[in-house]
DNA sequence: TAGCCTTATGCAACAAGTTGCATTTGCCGG
DNA sequence: CCGGCAAATGCAACTTGTTGCATAAGGCTA
């Protein structure tokens, strides 16, 4: 159900196609959300069948039409509700902890690989947030409180990072 | 595709009903998995039904009957699989996040509110977590490997739950 | 003593997410 | 000049997860 609201959210922010808010989620939007591309269509086709959204489809010479939407008023009202409304609890679930829990079974090599592997991933997300952090908040102090939320989201994303990299540092060390 | 293998490692661990393993999942592994009896109960039939798990059926005088689970070695080998191959990384989704971006149509109280719950469910986890510790790693310096695993998993729970904390406090005060 | 919680299981329908495949053109590198 | 990637969209089938409901007995509490 969030998908929907991430999506009245990045719309609502400027209007866009499907292809675009793709680019967005990789891009400045990496630590906030992630679906594939048939999940967007799907879903802002069905936004547009529900009366969330318009679209604007504009026809392209020699290349498939892009089709730009935007919010309605009904978008806009299903986000103050969603906004409104507190998050319900996502369920925790991590299968690399599972693996700790069977340990013994873990093939040491395997461990090993999958450890320094997960580091290097760690390491490429902190070069990722950085680089939004200079394209998109290189001067913390001069923000506007609006800006400066999507800030703060940014720093506790690199935050939690850094502590699941001392954390697997820790662990590669003592094994 | 993970739940199964979570539900190798618990039952390899130790054989049981649909029910104990939700009493596991709600106790020592909160931190790690959660779902709902349903899924359960549709899973381990699924892994019966696939040659994974053995079902004994114990009736009970006046109640309904308990089917313990046990791994076949057919479940044994895929749990060995599974732990050799690498895990793939599971998507990002952040919907608490996403509203940060809306920060001008979120309104005050609603924010205020729902921050502060989530503080007190941040805070709750830690509880939790510190319950958990009594009871299963009271003295973690004579741990052996096996089960200094699990530990760490805790401790990594633990500290990103009070980064979370400090963040959102910081965010409150803010606003 | 009526009503809810716990133990213990399950079906059915639906919503959400994944995987595989398909289209069309232009551009860029080997 | 051939192959692959980028732009831009989509269908169909499948797996996972959620929601609502159902059963049936005993124990606890107001």
Redesign the pocket.
Same mark, same amino acid.
Request: charged share 35%.
């Given at each position: 159900? +969030? @998908? /929907?609201a991430v999506l009245l959210i990045t719309l609502q922010r400027e209007p866009g196609?499907? !292809?675009?808010i793709l680019?967005r989620f990789k891009a400045g939007l990496a630590h906030v959300w992630q679906?594939?591309?048939?999940?967007l !269509? /799907?879903e @802002?086709?069905r936004m547009r069948g529900d009366g969330l959204l318009a679209c604007e489809t504009l026809p392209?010479t020699? /290349? %498939?039409?892009?089709?730009v939407y935007q919010l309605t008023e009904a978008g806009r009202q299903a986000l103050d509700i969603w906004l409104a409304e507190p998050l319900?609890t +996502? %369920?925790v /679930?991590q299968p690399l902890f599972a693996k700790f829990f069977a340990w013994e079974r873990w093939p040491e090599e395997a461990r090993r690989e999958e450890l320094t592997d997960f580091r290097k991933q760690l390491k490429d997300r902190l070069t990722t947030y950085a680089a939004i952090e200079r394209e998109w908040f290189s001067d913390p102090q001069s923000l506007t409180p609006a800006q400066r939320a999507p800030w703060h989201t940014l720093r506790l994303g690199q935050r939690l990072t850094e502590t699941w990299v001392e954390w697997v540092e820790e662990v590669i060390e003592e094994n």
């Open positions: 159900m +969030s @998908l /929907r196609t499907g !292809y675009d680019q679906a594939s591309h048939q999940q !269509y /799907r @802002l086709d392209q020699e /290349r %498939p039409d892009r089709k319900s +996502s %369920p /679930r």
